[in-house]
């Protein structure tokens, strides 16, 4: 109840213009994961959130939370100003080193190559730029940043967001060594009931295709037959 509120309104539309902007459209560049033709193929009766996406989504949140928190408490040690202000910095740090591991669900970017996908980097070296100048004395008062906050409040802000994407990066790989096979074993059950239900149904439509040719044999045959027999009365009558 003792705490402050940890954003401003312009701190709150920095963070979601800078963040949110420009990393997003570097993704978009990334390139196809490596191993990708090994994974079988989507469900399409699945969510759009389906295949890991959630998982990293609650992932992700939950650590920046935290680290944002713990930003906010060591702050406010020394002053509710310094807590707003280390918060502040924290997510939006966050935020940006986490275009990293935001490139894969699976792969971490020590595999990656952090220069692979020069747009990601170009795109956080940006926003780094554009947050240190929330730093400049005439941009302080805008940003709500207290002549308090130091290069060693930086610096911590700095070491809780690394330390954030490398826990993303290592619930990474505790997910693929201990629960990706049995998320790959449940897709292939379901793909492998989809795969008989599709034949079921193949086999069906071939019986009743059958049935109507023989159907549409048996009219023309009838057919054929009522005319013969309709000619040879004329016949018999001329």
Same mark, same amino acid.
């Given at each position: 109840?003792?705490?402050?509120?940890?954003?401003?309104?312009?701190? @709150?539309?920095? !963070?979601n213009?800078?963040?949110?902007? %420009? &990393?997003?459209i570097?993704?978009? #560049?990334?390139? =196809? /994961?490596?191993?990708?033709?090994?994974?079988?193929?989507?469900?399409?009766?699945?969510s759009?959130?389906?295949?890991?996406?959630?998982?990293?989504?609650?992932?992700?949140?939950?650590?920046?939370?935290?680290?944002?928190?713990?930003?906010?408490?060591?702050?406010?040690?020394?002053?509710?100003?310094?807590?707003?202000?280390m918060?502040?910095?924290?997510?939006?740090?966050s935020?940006?080193?986490?275009?990293?591991?935001s490139?894969?669900?699976?792969?971490?970017?020590f595999?990656?190559g952090?220069?692979?996908n020069k747009y990601?980097?170009?795109a956080v070296? @940006?926003?780094? !730029?554009?947050?240190?100048?929330?730093? %400049? &004395?005439?941009?302080?008062?805008? #940003?709500?940043? =207290? /002549?308090?906050?130091?290069?060693?409040?930086?610096?911590?802000?700095?070491?809780?967001?690394?330390?954030?994407?490398?826990?993303?990066e290592?619930?990474?790989?505790?997910?693929?060594?201990?629960?990706?096979?049995?998320?790959?074993?449940?897709n292939?059950?379901?793909?492998?009931?989809?795969?008989?239900?599709?034949?079921?149904?193949?086999?069906?439509?071939?019986?009743?295709?059958?049935?109507?040719?023989?159907?549409?044999?048996?009219?023309?045959?009838?057919?054929y037959?009522?005319?013969?027999?309709?000619?040879?009365?004329?016949?018999?009558f001329?």
């Amino acid at each position: 109840a003792d705490w402050a509120n940890p954003f401003t309104t312009i701190q @709150l539309l920095f !963070i979601n213009l800078v963040t949110d902007s %420009l &990393p997003a459209i570097a993704l978009g #560049f990334e390139n =196809p /994961e490596k191993n990708i033709m090994k994974n079988p193929p989507r469900n399409p009766e699945e969510s759009i959130l389906a295949g890991g996406t959630i998982r990293s989504v609650i992932v992700r949140g939950v650590i920046i939370g935290l680290v944002t928190i713990l930003a906010q408490y060591i702050g406010m040690q020394t002053s509710p100003q310094l807590g707003t202000a280390m918060a502040f910095a924290t997510l939006t740090l966050s935020r940006i080193i986490q275009t990293f591991a935001s490139r894969s669900n699976s792969e971490t970017i020590f595999s990656l190559g952090f220069t692979s996908n020069k747009y990601a980097l170009g795109a956080v070296i @940006l926003c780094l !730029i554009m947050f240190s100048m929330t730093l %400049l &004395p005439f941009m302080r008062d805008i #940003f709500s940043i =207290p /002549e308090i906050f130091n290069l060693n409040n930086l610096l911590i802000s700095f070491v809780l967001a690394i330390s954030a994407s490398l826990l993303m990066e290592g619930s990474k790989i505790i997910y693929d060594r201990f629960f990706k096979g049995k998320s790959s074993i449940k897709n292939s059950k379901a793909l492998i009931e989809r795969a008989s239900t599709c034949l079921l149904l193949k086999e069906e439509f071939k019986r009743y295709s059958s049935g109507v040719r023989i159907f549409d044999n048996s009219i023309s045959f009838s057919i054929y037959s009522s005319s013969i027999s309709s000619w040879d009365r004329v016949k018999s009558f001329k």
